[in-house]
């Protein structure tokens, strides 16, 4: 049985009006415990659109999604914001840190809706991304870099089984993109799935299993 499998997926904006966007066009998509994949496709295909509905940040307008064997659709907001929140993990572009705020806060927030505090071991995760010593750091002091994996390090606090990043790369140059994407590596090697959306061939041809989009429509599949 496929982690993640979704059917004739569709997802329409202002749906029926002269203003109708079909940012998907019947989706079909399975990836496995384990896959490190990656979805690729230029800007406006349709491909971060995807990712949120996989990761239940966005619904379907039509079509199928099922996680484990089961239909998300029919789960409930609280149902949808304890997959958020546990079984999965977000790295997005824009890092989405608390400027402000240290590494060590930043890295703390999943667990402000967790009931697992305890259990956490913060300073393993900061050790293990290599950003220990920046734990008292304001985030806006630090570089491209040490932010993508303050991200990481984040996404992974709840230690979730699927691990979601879109575009983690775009604004990184190309020895810091490396490190990042040999971090997602060493964590695919230690069961995490990834689901990585780029516009970049060279970061797609790294994972096990790439999905090229265009205009809404998986065009392409390895």
């Known amino acids: 049985m496929s982690l993640l499998e979704v059917n004739n997926l569709k997802k329409y904006y202002n749906k029926g009006k002269n203003t109708e966007v079909k940012a998907l066009n019947g989706i079909n998509l399975s990836i496995n415990k384990g896959d490190f994949c990656s979805i690729i496709g230029v800007s406006g295909s349709g491909k971060s659109t995807l990712l949120h509905i996989l990761g239940c940040i966005d619904t379907q307008t039509e079509g199928s999604y099922k996680l484990e064997g089961k239909e998300v659709q029919k789960k409930n907001e609280k149902e ?26 930043n890295i703390y927030v999943p ?5 697992d505090k305890k259990k956490v071991d913060l300073l393993k995760i900061l050790k293990q991304l290599n950003i220990l010593e920046l734990k008292d750091k304001n985030v806006k002091q630090l570089s491209g870099g040490q932010r993508q994996r303050v991200a990481i390090a984040r996404a992974l606090v709840n230690d979730p089984d699927i691990i979601f990043a879109d575009e983690p790369t775009g604004s990184l140059d190309t020895k810091t993109t490396e490190m990042i994407m040999n971090i997602f590596l060493e964590l695919n090697k230690k069961g995490k799935t990834i689901i990585i959306v780029t516009h970049n061939m060279q970061i797609a041809q790294i994972t096990n299993k790439c999905f090229t989009i265009k205009d809404g429509i998986i065009c392409k599949a390895k």
């Open 80 to 105: 949808r914001a304890f997959l958020r929140n546990k079984k999965f993990g977000f790295v997005l572009q824009d890092f989405g840190l608390i400027e402000e705020d240290t590494v060590y806060q």
């Open 111 to 115: 667990l402000l809706f967790s009931k």
